[in-house]
C-alpha cells in the first residue's frame, strides 16, 4: 500500500476537499476498512489464487466473476499507469510521460525474463519508503506552517482551498476526494491473490490485511497532517510533487528518489498482477487464449506484454491524476463486488459481522459515482464493452 498513492493522491484530493481532507481520508479509511473485512473473510474461506475473479465467480456465478476480473485489469493497468506518470513527475517533470513510457517498458520486459523482487529486497524497500515518509513528516509538523488562519474546519491555520481550473470544490468534494484518497489504500488484495501460497491462510489473513491496513492509515494520516501544515490544502492542491515541496530544498531530492524507488516497484508488482490475473482469465476462456502461453522461464510473456503495452498507452495519453481516478473507480467496483460475494458467506465462515459488507458495498459505489465524470464514463464503458464481448463470445463459441 506504501506506494504511489502516498506520493500522488494528496494534491487532487486536496483540489476537491479542501481543509476537509482529513475528513476525506477517514472516510476512504472506512471503505477500505470494509474492504478489507470482506476480503479477509473470503480469502480464509477460498485459499486459492485470483482473489475477487475466484470469490465472485463461487459466490455469485461466472458474469459477476468475470466483471470483477475485468474491473481489476482496467483498475490496475490505470494504477500502473498512475505510478509511472508519478515517477516521470517526481524525476523529470519536464519528460514525465515519455519517461513514464520507457520506465513501463523496462519493467515489462523485466518482468517477461522473469526477474522478481525478494522477500528481502521488499522488506528494503518498505524500510527506505518508511524513512522517506518521516522525513517529510517530521519536516511539516516541525517546520514553518503555512498561510494564516483560514477558519473553521478539520485543519486550522491553513489557507483556503484552491479553485481548481474556476471550478469551486463542490459540496460532494469530501466523497470525491475520498474516491481519490481510496486509491492510496488499494492494495491489500494483493494479500488475498496469494491465499495459496500464505500457511494458515484462515487465521494469517485475516490478521495481515486488517493490521497493514492500520498501520498504513497512521502513517496516511501523519503524511497528511505534515502537507496540509507545510503548503495549506491550496498549496498542496498546486504541487505537482508536494511531498517533495515539504521538505527544505536540499532534502527535496532525497524525497524524490524516495518516490521514484517507491513507484518503480508498485511498477514491478503490479504489473506482474496483472499478467497472472489476465493468465487465470485466459485459462477459463474469459480472456483470448493466447494470453495464457507461457514462456521458456515460466512466465506468462505475452499477458505481460500486453499489459506494459496498455499500461504505457495509458500513461502517455493520461497524466497521474487522471489516472489515479480511472484506477480508484474500477477498483472500487471491484470491491463492490468483492462485498456482495462476502454477504453470500454462510455465519460461520465470517469472522465480521454482516454489515460492515453492506457499509462497503454502499461506500464503493457512494465514492466511485463521485470520481470525475469522465473516468466514471470510461470505466463503465470498459466494463460494459467486456460484457458485450462475453455475450458474443458465447453466443458464437462453438459447441464442444
Request: proline share 6%; hydrophobic share 60%.
Amino acid at each position: 500500500m506504501l506506494g504511489a498513492g502516498v506520493f500522488t493522491a494528496f494534491a487532487p484530493a486536496a483540489a476537491a476537499a479542501g481543509r476537509w481532507l482529513l475528513l476525506a481520508l477517514a472516510l476512504a479509511a472506512v471503505v477500505a476498512a470494509a474492504n478489507a473485512f470482506s476480503s479477509a473473510d473470503l480469502a480464509a474461506a477460498h485459499p486459492e489464487s485470483g482473489g475477487t475473479y475466484v470469490y465472485a465467480t463461487a459466490r455469485l456465478g461466472h458474469w459477476p466473476g468475470r466483471l470483477a476480473g475485468t474491473a481489476f485489469l482496467a483498475g490496475k493497468t490505470a494504477s500502473a499507469a498512475a505510478a509511472a506518470g508519478a515517477l516521470g513527475v517526481y524525476l523529470a517533470p519536464s519528460f514525465a510521460r515519455p519517461l513514464a513510457v520507457l520506465v513501463v517498458l523496462v519493467v515489462t520486459a523485466v518482468n517477461v525474463v522473469g526477474l522478481r523482487w525478494t522477500l528481502t529486497a521488499t522488506r528494503v524497500l518498505v524500510v527506505a519508503v518508511l524513512a522517506v515518509l518521516g522525513l517529510v513528516i517530521a519536516a511539516g509538523l516541525l517546520g514553518p506552517a503555512a498561510g494564516a488562519s483560514a477558519g473553521p474546519g478539520l485543519v486550522e491555520g491553513v489557507a483556503a482551498p484552491r479553485r481548481v481550473e474556476g471550478e469551486q470544490v463542490r459540496p460532494l468534494g469530501v466523497l470525491t476526494a475520498a474516491g481519490l484518497l481510496f486509491f492510496a489504500f488499494a492494495g491489500y488484495a494483493r494479500l488475498a491473490t496469494l491465499g495459496e501460497e500464505v500457511r494458515d491462510p484462515q487465521r494469517t489473513l485475516r490478521l495481515a490485511i486488517p493490521l497493514a491496513l492500520a498501520l498504513t492509515l497512521a502513517v496516511y494520516l501523519l503524511t497528511a497532517l505534515a502537507a496540509l501544515r507545510a503548503l495549506g490544502p491550496a498549496g498542496l492542491a498546486a504541487s505537482s510533487a508536494p511531498l517533495a515541496q515539504v521538505v527544505a530544498t536540499p532534502l527535496a531530492p532525497v524525497v524524490r528518489t524516495g518516490a521514484a524507488v517507491a513507484m518503480v516497484s508498485v511498477l514491478l508488482t503490479v504489473l506482474v498482477g496483472i499478467s497472472r490475473t489476465a493468465l487465470a482469465m485466459a485459462r477459463r476462456a474469459d480472456l483470448p487464449h493466447q494470453l495464457s502461453r507461457v514462456g521458456p522461464r515460466g512466465t506468462p510473456w505475452l499477458a505481460d506484454v500486453a499489459g506494459g503495452v496498455v499500461t504505457a498507452a495509458i500513461a502517455l495519453l493520461a497524466g497521474p491524476v487522471a489516472a489515479i481516478a480511472l484506477s480508484a473507480c474500477s477498483v472500487l467496483v471491484y470491491y463492490a463486488i468483492t462485498n456482495a460475494a462476502a454477504l453470500r458467506l454462510p455465519r460461520d465462515l465470517r469472522r465480521w459481522p454482516r454489515w460492515t459488507s453492506w457499509l462497503g458495498l454502499g461506500g464503493c459505489l457512494a465514492l466511485a459515482v463521485n470520481l470525475p465524470p469522465t473516468q466514471v464514463f470510461v470505466t463503465a464503458g470498459v466494463l460494459v464493452a467486456a460484457l458485450l464481448g462475453w455475450f458474443a463470445a458465447d453466443r458464437y463459441r462453438p459447441a464442444s
